[in-house]
């Protein structure tokens, strides 16, 4: 089960960090990434990581603003984000897949999913 937190209401130009922890499986096995949903928006990709934190992959939207990493050891993704805008807003979720390498940036491809956790930029 993945469980994400550290959202909130931020001003522009501010920063947040969001974490996912996962409880149960090790999160070791799994390539890893973060999407978000705007209202009635569709799930967008934001950032992705493998298994052993040494690829990375962003949307061009975050590029510069955003990074994702992982602490196997915390069994924890975590998407640091910085420089906020207002279009930022939306439901951040995290999702995992077995996966030996690589990254993965489409949502049908993972099989787990936190609830997400808002996050708001206001302007």
């Known amino acids: 089960q993945l469980v994400e937190s550290g959202g909130g209401l931020v001003q522009s130009g501010g920063s947040l960090r969001l974490s996912c922890a996962a409880s149960?499986?090790?999160?070791?096995?799994?390539?890893l990434g973060w999407f978000r949903q705007g209202p009635g928006e569709a799930r967008d990709f934001v950032a992705a990581?493998?298994?052993?934190?040494?690829?990375?992959n962003y949307a061009d939207s975050v590029k510069g603003r955003f990074t994702i990493s992982r602490d196997n050891a915390k069994n924890t993704v975590y998407l640091q984000m910085t420089s906020l805008k207002p279009e930022d807003t939306a439901v951040y979720y995290c999702?995992?897949?077995?996966?030996?390498?690589?990254?993965?940036?489409?949502?049908?491809?993972?099989?787990?999913w936190g609830r997400g956790t808002q996050v708001t930029v206001s302007s």
């Open positions: 999702a995992g897949v077995e996966r030996r390498t690589g990254t993965e940036i489409i949502a049908a491809y993972y099989d787990d």
């Open positions: 990581i493998s298994r052993s934190g040494g690829l990375r």
């Open positions: 149960g499986d090790s999160l070791s096995t799994y390539a």
